[in-house]
């Protein structure tokens, strides 16, 4: 009898020290700070990256703030935007003063042959190249702005911007609803108005009523099909 209490003493303490140790310091053991960030090197962020295929583990914070994250990506939408019209005004500018060099008709009025087809009026034919070169130069702009703009920022700039980006892009395809049925014409499906943490938490509490929602609903329609 004392030999199996002897040995249950012994296995409770095994499960009691650990949960002790939590609780009881002395002057040689000190608890680190719960608030503490793990700094965590590049080798360990790939391991976490193959294993679990998320980017941010607990208690790790990225290089570049949410908020200033959000800032630097309106900016760079806005930007791009005013860019690509600056492209299309350029082009469309630079194909009137070219227009007539190309096609000399256009000055004289006379009708030309284009693929094969005659009778053309080479001011419409003008136009059309025209702005044709001008979308497509618009569209190079919008482009190449977000790259252009990230390279002159800097590569440690650059660098925490994408991070943050596949970190942010994770979260909301995590969140994110899909459901048909659920996704409507004015929702932020791609989180486009989101600014600051607040803007994110109500994001994902949107989301998170569209999946409550869609289960409802097929709860309803499997129980419907059961019942016939």
């Known amino acids: 009898m004392m030999t199996c209490l002897g040995s249950l003493r012994r296995c409770s303490s095994l499960f009691w020290r650990p949960y002790h140790r939590c609780f009881s310091t002395t002057s040689a053991e000190s608890i680190p700070s719960t608030s503490q960030v793990v700094e965590i090197d590049t080798e360990t962020k790939n391991r976490i990256r193959l294993i679990c295929g998320r980017y941010s583990p607990?208690?790790?914070?990225?290089?570049m703030p949410f908020v200033e994250y959000a800032s630097f990506k309106h900016k760079l939408k806005m930007w791009k935007r005013v860019v690509?019209?600056?492209?299309?005004?350029?082009?469309?500018?630079?194909?009137?003063?070219?227009?007539?060099?190309?096609?000399?008709?256009?000055?004289?009025?006379?009708?030309?042959?284009?693929?094969?087809?005659?009778?053309?009026?080479?001011?419409?034919?003008?136009?059309?190249?025209?702005?044709?070169?001008?979308?497509?130069?618009?569209?190079?702009?919008?482009i190449a702005y977000p790259t252009v703009r990230l390279t002159l920022s800097g590569a440690e700039v650059k660098g925490n911007y994408l991070e943050r980006?596949?970190?942010?892009?994770?979260?909301?395809?995590?969140?994110?609803?899909?459901?048909q049925a659920e996704v409507g014409h004015d929702d932020d499906y791609y989180g486009d108005k989101i600014r600051d943490l607040s803007d994110y938490r109500y994001w994902v509490r949107v989301q998170q009523i569209k999946h409550e929602s869609a289960n409802k609903r097929k709860e309803a329609k499997l129980f419907q099909f059961k019942n016939n």
């Open 58 to 63: 607990i208690q790790y914070r990225l290089a």
């Open 84 to 142: 690509g019209v600056g492209g299309y005004m350029l082009g469309l500018s630079v194909c009137v003063q070219v227009s007539p060099l190309i096609i000399p008709q256009i000055t004289t009025g006379e009708p030309i042959a284009l693929f094969g087809i005659e009778g053309l009026d080479p001011m419409f034919v003008g136009m059309v190249g025209s702005t044709i070169t001008a979308i497509l130069t618009a569209w190079m702009f919008f």
């Open 165 to 179: 980006e596949r970190d942010f892009n994770r979260r909301l395809n995590e969140y994110r609803c899909i459901e």
